[in-house]
């Protein structure tokens, strides 16, 4: 079992690059550059894996801060499991410590939904982590909603956020961020209750 003096791995899942970056699919990416900020940090390439990481501490200063290594994998979302897996390995980080932080088709834009274990509801970053370690980590889920019409889901993940949804974006990514600090703060419950709209 994990105790608080573990190290948690904050991971966000996204596709590495410019055409990438604005993409619905990069939300986990965006929550973590702004814990990153937040912790006065700068991502640089990890020695051990195909990913870029921030080391530091969220939370209060003293017994209530929390360390932290904050992961963007480099490695596309599809094979995100390696870099995730040998950073948890490397840093010793317990399972129930790892968080993915992820776009959700299944929650309505502007609303999160935290969770320990679960399926991957067809996500690749989800199912590549889940393959590589097991699902139960925590996963605090970015709902991006269901394409409109006809479109293909893979071409709906990776278009950029409509005009309409970009005036709440960096709103909803404070709110994402706020959930990460609050479930490692003080928990999951309280974290659900606080932010599972």
């Known amino acids: 079992m994990s105790d608080a003096t ?3 791995l904050i991971v ?4 590495p690059g410019p055409d990438y970056a604005a993409n619905r699919h990069n939300v986990g990416f965006m929550t973590v550059d702004l814990l990153a900020t937040r912790i006065g940090g700068k991502f640089k390439r990890a020695q051990k894996a195909q990913a870029q990481v921030v080391e530091g501490r969220i ?3 003293g017994p209530g801060s929390r360390r932290v290594v904050l992961v963007k994998p480099m490695s ?6 390696g870099p995730v897996t040998a950073l948890r390995d490397f840093y010793k980080v317990p399972l129930d410590h790892v968080v993915a932080v992820h776009d959700e088709l299944d929650v309505e834009y502007g609303s999160l939904r935290l969770k320990l274990g679960g399926g991957d509801n067809g996500h690749n970053g989800l199912k590549s982590m889940t393959k590589a370690m097991g699902p139960e980590y925590h996963r605090v889920r970015f709902g991006i909603g269901r394409p409109p019409g006809r479109m293909q889901v893979a071409d709906f993940v990776l278009r950029d956020f409509s ?3 970009r005036k709440e974006l960096a709103f909803l990514v404070d ?3 706020d ?3 609050c479930l490692l703060a003080e ?3 309280r974290a659900q209750s606080a932010y599972n709209s």
């Open 6 to 8: 573990d190290p948690w």
């Open 12 to 15: 966000g899942l996204g596709n």
């Open 59 to 61: 939370g209060p200063p």
């Open 76 to 81: 596309y979302m599809n094979l995100s499991g």
């Open 163 to 165: 005009s309409t949804e």
């Open 175 to 177: 709110r994402s961020a």
């Open 179 to 181: 959930a990460v600090e």
């Open 187 to 189: 928990g999951l419950e």
